[in-house]
Each structure stands twice: as structure tokens, then as C-alpha cells.
């Protein structure tokens, strides 16, 4: 097992026996990955602060079940997901803008070295994040998960309950599309 | 028109070479390759930096009050109508989808019970299953009927997720006035579908209660079979 599960694994075990303490370190481990899932998946803004902490209270009452038959990240993850679809399904997609949420997530520095390659990073990095908002809903979560969270395809079929190859043919296409849509800055001048 | 268009060799091989998937041996093949393809050198350098650019994308920030905010929340008991919610939810799992217009109508429907284990697929269980039986739910198999009215059709089937978008696994058998129907065993999950007329007309399910844009000029239905003490997750 690797040494976070461990660590989750002890943690889970004290939070089922009622040490809030112990869920609460739970919480604080796993926050910044679920809040950026949540993020990515709604949109930034306090709606995707509100689905993580939701995610994490309904993970809270689920947990006297949870036997570690997976990861609890895992677990968690999909517990994310799940809750990110309910919210986007109850409101209709389109809606979304990021200039107007993005007041309400501070987001961390980039390190970069220098004005015009900070510049360049964020450019970039806002028309990633753009095209990301823009695919369709089942390549976003798959990207999301594999190039932004990191993660192998056996734990994404874990987490959205979808067969491998089907997440790397989704994960293809939103490469692709993604691709098309930074297309334009290739052909600028830097 | 088809949902999940099968990728070229060509694609197919710089999408294992990005998830680096290729053996040593095809790694290099692939690498000469490169030097000689300009055109596909630039579609693996614009991935590549795609992922490397992805990867650096700022997290957001927790929020101090956040951990504090779960845990008060997690504190406060249940409204009573959600407890009641939760309950008439919990036993079942009830969905029904009609697809096509007047020529096509589509009903699915999902029934779930432990003792229809024995009509799964070969397909192993996926994990998900089993983590959202860690939440104390239990995995239990689902059965999707797929019900389209298609009078005059020689042939329908369905493809989607569930079979690797391949018509020929899942084919509907003709039943009365123009009705054609298959069961098919599924896993809890997001499936994206469509049905086949003929071996060639695909139709998406214009009544789906969702649909997706594949980004690629097509819509397919989606469907999502969830087992049925998750909905309290």
C-alpha cells in the first residue's frame, strides 16, 4: 500500500470509530483535489466550493460502510463526480462564464521566472482552462482526471465506473479537441 | 454518424506512445517514424505540450474556513423529508427514456436486483461499483431493456459504451407492432447510445432526459444506471 493510503487507511479507521479529529484530517488532505475537480467540472466559484464540501459530508455518512476495498481517494473521487454530474444535470450546461467566477477562487501563483514568460503561462494556461470548460461533459471528467489530477486509467474506471479503453477513447478526443482549440496560438507569433 | 469513431493506427499509436504505453521495441519504431513525419511530429509535439501545460495549471486555493464548513456540516442532522427521500429512493431504481419521434420511439428502463447476477456480461465488475459498495450501498447488477419502435426496420441494435459502439454485440429482437427490444446487463455507470437501423441509420434518442455533444458533429443519449443506495451519496 502506498504510504498516503496507509496514512489515509489509519485515518479512516479512527473517523469510523467517531474521531472527528481524524475526518477532519481527512478533509484537509484531500481538499485541494477534490476542490479542483469540482472546479474544473462546474466551473470556478463558490457553487464548486459548495459540491466539494457536499461531497465530503456525504462521504462523512457513507463512511461507517466504507470496508477499504479501494482507496479512499478513489472512493472520494467518485463521490466528487457523482455529485458534479446531479449538480450539472439539475442546471442546464451553457451557463458558465469564467471571467465572471473567477472572482471566486483565489487560485495559486504560477511558477514562472519572468514577466513575458508569466505572460505567456497565463495566456496559455486561460485558454486551456477555456477549452476545458468547452468539451463535452464526459471527455471533460476524463481529462480532467487523467492530465489534471494524474491519474491512471485503472482508477479512473474505478472512480466513473467506465471501461478503460472507453476513458482512453474519451481522453483521446478531448485531447484532440482541446488541440484545435489552442490551434491559433501556434500559428501567432510569441 | 457514429458516437466513438474507432481512432487510426496512425492516432492510435501516438495516443499509447503519450500514455507511454509503447514496448521499447515499438518506442523506437515510433521515434524514427517521428523523425521522418513532420506532419505527425507536430500533432505529438502539440500534445505533449497540451499535457505538460495541463499538468501545470494552477490549483485552486482551499479556503481556510473549508475543512471547519464540512465539518459543521457533516454535524447537522438530516431534514426529516430527506430521510424520507432517502428511503422511497433507496429500494429501486426506476428510468424510463423515450427515445425517437413519432416513426422512433425508444423506452428504457432500468430493473435492478441481486438475483439477476447471472445475466451480466463477462466484463468485470468495475471498481466503482465496488467503491460505492464500501459506502455501504452494495453493488447490485443492473438490467437496461431497450425498447425502440422502428415498423418497417429489417434490423435494429443498439451501440454505445456498454459494447464498444459495436451494433453487432447487441442486436433488438422484433416483438409486436413495430417494436423491437433487448435486455442488457449493466454496470452502474455513465453509458452514452444510440440505436442502429438497417446496419446503417444511427439514431440519437432526441427524449433523452440527457444527451451529449460529442464534439465531433453528433449527439448521443446518454444514459446513467446508478445502483440504487448511491443516489443517497
Known sequence: ME???????????????????????????????????????????AD??????????????????????????????RIAVNRCTDWLRARRPGTFSIDAAADGVAWEPADDDTPHSELEQAELAWEIERGIQDLPHLYRE??????????????????????????????????????????????APR | MRGETPMADAERLVQRFLDRELSAEECMDFVVRLGRDEALRARVIAVE??????????????????????????????????????????????????????????????????????????????????????????ATPVLVRLVVVQPGAMTVAAAGDFNGWDPGQTPLEP?????????????????EYMFVVDGEEWIVDPFAVEQS??????RNAVLEVRPPAETSL
Not at chain 1, 53 to 74: I, M, N, R
Open chain 2, 175 to 191: 416483438v409486436s407492432n413495430g417494436a423491437w427490444t433487448v435486455t442488457v446487463p449493466l454496470e452502474p455507470g455513465r453509458y
Open chain 2, 49 to 138: 505540450r497540451l499535457v505538460l501545460e495541463a499538468s501545470r495549471l494552477p490549483r485552486p486555493v482551499v479556503p481556510d474556513d473549508f475543512v471547519s464548513g464540512v465539518l459543521s456540516r457533516a454535524a447537522r442532522p438530516e431534514p426529516a423529508w430527506r430521510r424520507l427521500l432517502a428511503v422511497l429512493r433507496a429500494p429501486r431504481t426506476l428510468q424510463w427514456n423515450l427515445a425517437g419521434a413519432a416513426a422512433a420511439v425508444a423506452l428504457v428502463v432500468l430493473v435492478v436486483g441481486g438475483g439477476l447476477a447471472g445475466l451480466r456480461t463477462g466484463r468485470p465488475a468495475p471498481e466503482a461499483a465496488r467503491a460505492v459498495a464500501d459506502g455501504g450501498s452494495g
Open chain 1, 142 to 187: 476524463s481529462f480532467v482526471l487523467r492530465h489534471i489530477e494524474g491519474l491512471g486509467y485503472e482508477e479512473m474506471s474505478a472512480i466513473l465506473g467506465v471501461h478503460r479503453d472507453t476513458l482512453k477513447m474519451r481522453v483521446y478526443k478531448a485531447r484532440t479537441l482541446l488541440c484545435r482549440s489552442l490551434a491559433h496560438l501556434e500559428e
Open chain 1, 48 to 77: 464548486a466550493e459548495d459540491v466539494a464540501q457536499e461531497a465530503f459530508v456525504a462521504a462523512f455518512k457513507a463512511l461507517p460502510g466504507f470496508q477499504g476495498g479501494s482507496k479512499f481517494s478513489t472512493w472520494l473521487y
Open chain 2, 213 to 218: 455533444d460529442d464534439g465531433f458533429g453528433s
Open chain 1, 3 to 45: 504510504p498516503e493510503a496507509a496514512d489515509d487507511a489509519a485515518l479512516v479507521q479512527a473517523a469510523q470509530q467517531g474521531n472527528a479529529e481524524a475526518f477532519g484530517a481527512l478533509v484537509s488532505r484531500h481538499a485541494r483535489s477534490i476542490l479542483s475537480v469540482t472546479t474544473r467540472m462546474l466551473g470556478p466559484g
